[in-house]
């Protein structure tokens, strides 16, 4: 659930069950020292990620993960055009101030949680409909068709 300024802490709902287990592995596997920070990842980048992604690939994406995931995916509104990889990296850490290295471990724990709710037939699809670069960030080889 995304949580609600307005309600003290101690009656807000806790998160569901999945969404637990997609933070602990985000804090697993991306090293994060404490479970909010595996959660400030998580949020920006499936916010950034919302802002990428149009279509049934969208819809697809958001019915696989945690329901506050997916909430936090589908309340963005998709960018005219999309942006590659790296300047999908860029904008993140311009949007937080980190580095560019911190951003770019944050993008690759978390859509790697993201990879393994989504399974391999929907992230495939997924980057058919980005930019070039982020098969390295869902944690794929970034191939290309020779000339």
Do not use: N
């Not at 949580?3 to 596997?29: F, I």
């Not at 049934?56 to 055009?81: F, G, N, S, Y």
């Not at 690759?108 to 393994?116: E, N, Y």
């Not at 037939?121 to 794929?140: C, E």
């Amino acid at each position: 659930m995304i949580s609600d300024a307005r309600v003290p802490l101690e009656h807000q709902q806790p998160y569901g069950t999945a969404y637990e287990q997609m933070l602990e592995k985000v804090r697993y596997e991306g090293a994060y020292p404490t479970r909010e920070r595996a959660d400030e990842a998580v949020r920006l980048v499936l916010a950034g990620l919302g802002r990428q992604l149009t279509g049934d690939e969208r819809v697809d994406l958001a019915a696989c993960l945690p329901l506050e995931a997916a909430r936090i995916l589908t309340a963005q509104i998709p960018a005219p055009q999309p942006l590659t990889g790296w300047a999908f990296v860029k904008d993140l850490a311009s949007r937080t101030g980190a580095s560019l290295a911190t951003t770019r471990w944050d993008t690759g724990s978390v859509l790697s949680a993201v990879a393994a709710h989504a399974g391999p037939d929907l992230v495939t699809r997924v980057l058919h409909q980005l930019p070039a670069g982020y098969a390295l960030l869902f944690g794929r080889a970034e191939l290309t068709r020779a000339a």
